[in-house]
């Protein structure tokens, strides 16, 4: 089976730019090393991913320290669109 491809909106590198340096440098680490690999081969099962309910389309959240990343993902055309990033406070409100 390939590999999905992932595709950052506007608005999860918006998100990205408001972090803290510190804090941006740790999700950038994460990201490319952990979580983008773990995406492409896997995106919906592993144990920092839960899949949100009452949510349409189908989305998903991973956890990564208090951060949370959200993405739906396309199964036809194997693309992982990653929507948002929220510190934990905000994102479960």
């Known amino acids: 089976m390939s ?3 992932i595709f ?3 608005e999860f590198r918006r998100g990205l730019a408001r ?3 510190p804090d941006a440098e740790f999700v950038r680490k994460k990201l490319l090393a952990h979580i983008y690999p ?3 081969r896997e995106p919906f099962f592993g144990p920092s991913i839960k899949k949100l309910q009452g949510y349409r389309p189908t989305t998903w959240r ?3 320290g208090r951060f949370r990343i959200f993405y739906i993902v396309d199964q036809e ?4 669109f990653m ?3 929220d510190c ?3 994102a479960c409100r």
């Open 3 to 5: 590999e999905s491809r």
């Open 83 to 85: 929507l948002t990033i």
């Open 88 to 90: 934990r406070k905000d």
């Open 38 to 40: 773990q995406l492409r």
């Open 8 to 10: 950052e909106s506007a």
């Open 77 to 80: 055309e194997r693309i992982v």
């Open 19 to 21: 972090l803290a340096a």
């Open 62 to 64: 991973y956890r990564i």
